[in-house]
């Protein structure tokens, strides 16, 4: 249908001269059609709700017990997905109303925080990036000074990771693995592998260089979301988390969590590709490689690009003001930053919103008048990430108003015998081992963090020694399809089966855990002060 025609009816128009066929009578109604496991997904929450009001008692408030309640309801439907996860998410602005845990106002204002905010208009930044394809050019100027002549593909790989690391290091680590898996996949696209054969491929080299290249971009994407606070979801929870439990102590701020994360994420990224190259690089990868893959491929792709335009220099240059303005705002005690001019009242979600509203405002050199970005671009923001890290906020002001997390820290009263140094490794593989079976990072996370900020109080430990750990455990869910978004964009691929993903997702698992019980109480002692509060 030609729908720029004015004179083509958006809607078909029966003839009226020519006898039309009724529609087909919709089948009979039966009880059976009901009884499906879909149905039974949505039944779960409320019927869990139904069982802990009735069946449950607590030696405190009745808002604790229906707390309870509330949140098993979420949590099912999360893990089941019985309901879109958007709606689940935003559950609470009704269910906690209704049960008495917050007014209707109250819970709504934990779905606008200035973290919220933050990652609001980060994602605002990142499609301006995808706008532009500033991405892609960054991603093959960056391999192409790693590829090597002959190819190397230990470097290729280091090159092709490094690069999926570094651009999750400034978005959110989804949005990074959407945009950088094509880009990995279109270099696999000179090789001859058949990616639909699944695990009935043979391990030569050029299928194991596959899939070295798709893990290492699954993997590296949440593991350089760690470095920055703006990186993944589980970060900005943690922070907001921090924020509204201890309002009287200093948040953590983005530079605070890069002096940290960044050295961790890359002792993780390095282990990542030693694992990698151990497991799927053999010695004669090089040669099997060489009559495919070369710089010149690289610099065609580069060339098909052509110069670079005016739009994206401005989109590279507010994207540098972003992350200069991020970094500058809390520098040290001895020298505040620039958010000290303004009284602490400017957070990193206030840098975020402007430089957004710089994407209008700026011109994009192409047509009079024509900006950065328009609103029809913003129509791709995922507000299904935006919506599940208001809820996350909203279950944790829950849990502390209602005194379910009083309740529920003292389940993990036996690490007040663990040993101060030991604390986070415990923490951090308890986080791990259940953040393998719930699809959200972000949702484990918010699930775990709120408990142990408030089991730390009666464990005589700093909070953060117990929060930091359980939010970067959380993130370590890398040995199943379904752990994380990015896991199951490198699986739908085709490249690599479930079996590669244990493999390497065990060991990336160990050592991550490994890394983190050895750096929290030296460094993380260093940049939290945990030594200090009890």
């Not at 008692?57 to 996860?85: C, H, I, K, Q, Y």
């Not at 001859?192 to 899939?211: E, Q, Y």
């Not at 109480?521 to 945990?530: E, I, K, R, S, W």
Request: charged share 10%.
């Amino acid at each position: 249908m030609a729908y720029d025609d004015t004179k083509t009816p958006l809607l078909p128009v029966n003839d009226r001269n020519q006898p039309s066929s009724p529609p087909p009578p919709p089948p009979p109604f039966s009880p059976k059609s009901m009884a499906t496991l879909k149905n039974f997904y949505i039944l779960l929450g409320p019927l869990l709700c139904a069982v802990i009001c009735l069946c449950v008692t607590f030696d405190g408030p009745t808002t604790s017990r229906n707390m309870l309640a509330v949140t098993a309801w979420v949590f099912a439907w999360w893990l089941t997905e019985a309901v879109p996860m958007p709606m689940t998410s935003i559950a609470p602005l009704f269910l906690f109303p209704l049960f008495g845990i917050a007014s209707a106002d109250g819970v709504a204002r934990s779905y606008m925080d200035d973290v919220v905010t933050l990652l609001l208009g980060s994602f605002m930044l990142v499609l301006a990036v995808e706008r532009y394809n500033v991405h892609r050019r960054l991603a093959l100027n960056i391999t192409l000074r790693f590829c090597g002549e002959p190819v190397n593909p230990p470097f290729l790989l280091l090159g092709i990771c490094a690069t999926t690391a570094f651009v999750s290091m400034w978005m959110h680590n989804v949005a990074c693995a959407v945009m950088m898996m094509p880009v990995a996949t279109g270099i696999l696209q000179r090789l001859p592998v058949n990616p639909t054969d699944g695990s009935a491929r043979a391990a030569t080299p050029i299928n194991n260089f596959c899939r070295a290249v798709v893990l290492g971009v699954t993997y590296a994407a949440p593991i350089g979301g760690m470095s920055t606070l703006t990186g993944t979801g589980v970060n900005l929870i943690l922070a907001a988390i921090w924020k509204s439990t201890f309002p009287e102590a200093k948040p953590i701020s983005f530079n605070t969590w890069f002096l940290f994360g960044f050295p961790l994420a890359l002792l993780i990224f390095l282990a990542l590709w030693v694992i990698l190259c151990l497991l799927y690089l053999s010695k004669g990868s090089s040669r099997a490689l060489a009559a495919y893959l070369d710089k010149a491929h690289l610099k065609r792709e580069l060339d098909i690009l052509g110069p670079m335009a005016f739009a994206e220099k401005m989109v590279l240059a507010v994207f540098g003001t972003t992350i200069a303005l991020w970094m500058t705002r809390s520098i040290t005690e001895d020298i505040p930053g620039w958010g000290a001019l303004f009284h602490g009242r400017a957070g990193d979600g206030t840098v975020s919103v402007m430089v957004a509203t710089l994407l209008f405002i700026l011109p994009n050199g192409k047509q009079k008048g024509e900006k950065l970005m328009d609103w029809n671009e913003c129509k791709k923001l995922p507000w299904n990430i935006i919506l599940l890290l208001g809820a996350g906020f909203a279950i944790a002001d829950g849990m502390q108003s209602s005194g379910l997390a009083d309740i529920l820290s003292k389940a993990l009263d036996f690490l007040e015998q663990v040993p101060y140094i030991a604390i986070a490794l415990v923490v951090c593989l308890i986080s791990a081992i259940i953040t393998e079976f719930i699809t959200s990072n972000d949702a484990a996370a918010t699930l775990l963090v709120p408990l142990l900020s408030q089991m730390a109080r009666t464990a005589n430990v700093h909070p953060l020694a117990l929060m930091v750990p359980g939010a970067i455990g959380s993130q370590l869910a890398f040995m199943l399809p379904t752990g994380t978004p990015p896991n199951i964009v490198g699986f739908t691929t085709g490249h690599i089966d479930i079996m590669d993903m244990m493999k390497t997702g065990l060991l990336l698992k160990i050592v991550g855990t490994a890394i983190v019980s050895l750096l929290m109480p030296t460094l993380g002692a260093y940049v939290f002060v945990t030594k200090g509060l009890q």
